[in-house]
């Protein structure tokens, strides 16, 4: 399954002439197919090949990183002056003037 997702993914690089998450989607959908064909069954190929595809294509959009955009790596005290500077603070009410 391996060397099909890399040869899926690079036949398709080569042909489009792009580095993007497509040629993942199609390599993961090649790979897929075969895990499905191993198994005998055309829907099961079908489906792994939507699966693998699909999450290949998600993990190439998102830059290849499963553990985020490496704001994880902030200090507690960083984290909670980003977290103030999201949310609006509201403005303490005024004092009522009195008529006396």
């Known amino acids: ?16 002439q792009t580095n993007d998450p497509l ?8 790979a897929g197919f075969l895990a499905g064909i191993r198994a005998r069954s055309f829907p099961i190929a079908l489906g792994s090949c939507v699966v693998l595809g ?9 830059g290849g990183k499963l553990t985020g955009d490496g704001r994880d790596v902030e200090s507690k005290e960083q984290r909670e ?14 004092p009522i003037a009195s008529s006396q």
Request: proline residues 4%; charged residues 20%.
């Open 1 to 16: 399954m391996g060397a099909t997702f890399a040869l899926g993914e690079s036949v398709v690089a080569n042909i489009r």
């Open 23 to 30: 040629n993942g989607v199609a390599g993961g959908c090649a």
């Open 54 to 62: 699909g999450m290949i294509g998600t993990l190439d959009a998102s």
């Open 81 to 94: 002056k980003r977290r103030q500077s999201f949310f609006k603070h509201k403005e303490p009410p005024e």
